[in-house]
């Protein structure tokens, strides 16, 4: 959010403690001394005439909400029940019962945290066996752990693209993938988004100007607002004729799409071919956790290499024991996934045939643009009203005037949750004018 410059810095308001007499006068020469200019941001960001306190006060502020309750597929905000079409929890498997008594148990086991990195005491045989079962699942050699999905990827790229190496980084990839590029010391091309003609033209180059260079193909499997795979073969294709690593992150894909949910690749039979696959344990794993699977060698050097994972706690025995038991109910119940693909195909026709626009959405993440910001907030206050949480995404997350309701589907959603959803939808896009325009007249 933009905000105007015109703010004058602060003084200090901090109270003072009484003072003897005679330390007050010698106080009294000094003259009061400015809060530090770094903060004056901070203060423009609440100008009145900005748009953060204009949102605000027409309560049409979407972020920070705080859920009250929540099983599944509803939850209670502002003591109102509403159906969560705005949660990543693709299997639904954040109030399954046998999800939670696994992790009661791994805390009366454990205790509640490890308090320590991997390296020195946060090693349990949970985190062992987490890593054995997820690399067996993938089908690779080996798998390490990460205490979160962001720090995963960041780690991942630190630790194998270095000082003479290239990355090439989908210019719609993950913020954690940004970060990785930022904190690693190699080189990052980005290119168009989905645009492998633009990559091409950019390893070709990379190839004449620094042959020696080791290259990285980096990129989201699912796109997190589009809900678009990422074009794998052909990346796969351009990764080999040019002697590059690639590097899927599938947090939206692992649990969600190709075989049994192995991920992006596994949808085109091309899981064993990449050659690095990241994920999160905060979306179809119902926790708080990532990993990334490889053969042996790279992922060990990764695991003595990534800063994010030398030097920080390990996850606690609860959220691998959740992640255990998560990665179990997938294995023995394929007909989640099932249910999952039904709902997502019905819920992107159903917004077609309304009028809506929900880009080339595959998978369970189906955005619905709705124009401007302004639309955006008050179609996503409008939906709360009518009894449904969605997510307000305004750029620059995605592009200037393709505001839209991130919309997101679980495979516990009813039939009758679905329909209700849809009509919400139906009255508001009416209601704003979006229906059949999305925000464009």
């Not at 502020?61 to 597929?73: K, L, M």
């Not at 992790?103 to 454990?110: N, S, W």
């Not at 008050?378 to 005037?401: Q, S």
Request: with cysteine; hydrophobic share 35%; net charge negative.
């Amino acid at each position: 959010m933009t905000t105007p410059d015109h703010h004058q810095p602060r003084q200090s308001t901090q109270s003072e403690p009484a003072q003897p007499e005679s330390a007050q006068s010698e106080k009294a020469e000094v003259a009061p001394q400015d809060e530090p200019s770094l903060f004056e941001k901070c203060h423009r960001f609440f100008d009145p005439s900005g748009d953060y306190a204009k949102v605000k006060e027409a309560d049409l502020y979407p972020y920070f909400r705080p859920i009250e309750e929540s099983e599944g597929s509803r939850a209670v905000m502002n003591g109102d029940e509403l159906i969560m079409a705005g949660s990543n929890n693709y299997l639904g498997l954040t109030a399954d019962p046998r999800v939670k008594e696994a992790a009661q148990e791994a805390t009366a086991k454990y205790g509640t945290g490890c308090t320590g990195s991997r390296f020195l005491n946060g090693t349990l045989d949970l985190h062992l066996k987490l890593e054995e079962e997820l690399a067996d699942f993938m089908g690779k050699e080996q798998a390490v752990l990460f205490s979160t999905g962001y720090m995963t990827n960041e780690g991942v790229l630190e630790a194998v693209a270095g000082r003479n190496d290239i990355i090439f980084s989908d210019k719609d990839n993950h913020a954690c993938i940004v970060a990785g590029t930022q904190t690693s010391l190699a080189e990052t091309k980005r290119y168009r988004h989905n645009d492998l003609e633009h990559l091409r033209t950019m390893l070709e180059r990379a190839a004449a100007e620094r042959p020696e260079a080791g290259k990285l193909i980096a990129t989201d499997g699912v796109f997190s607002m589009s809900g678009k795979l990422a074009r794998v073969p052909a990346l796969l294709d351009l990764a080999n004729e040019f002697d590059a690593a690639l590097m899927l992150d599938d947090a939206h894909a692992i649990g969600v799409v190709g075989r049994g949910g192995r991920g992006s690749a596994s949808t085109f039979g091309l899981k064993d071919d990449v050659h690095l696959i990241t994920g999160t344990f905060s979306k179809s794993f119902a926790s708080i956790g990532g990993f990334c699977v490889g053969d042996r060698d790279v992922v060990e050097y990764i695991r003595h290499e990534a800063s994010t994972h030398m030097f920080s706690a390990s996850m606690p025995p609860s959220t691998v024991a959740t992640v255990l038991k998560s990665l179990e109910i997938l294995r023995n119940e394929p007909e989640r996934l099932d249910r999952l693909h039904e709902i997502s195909d019905y819920m992107r026709d159903g917004f077609r045939n309304l009028g809506f626009d929900v880009w080339e959405s595959e998978t369970p993440i189906i955005p619905v643009v709705v124009g401007d910001m302004e639309t955006c907030f008050r179609f996503w206050r409008a939906l709360i009203d009518e009894g449904v949480f969605v997510n307000a995404v305004v750029p620059p997350a995605v592009p200037k005037g393709q505001a839209l309701m991130r919309t997101s589907y679980m495979a516990t959603h009813t039939d009758e949750e679905l329909e209700e959803i849809l009509d919400a939808f139906h009255r508001v896009g009416h209601k704003l004018g979006v229906i059949g325009t999305n925000g464009h007249g």
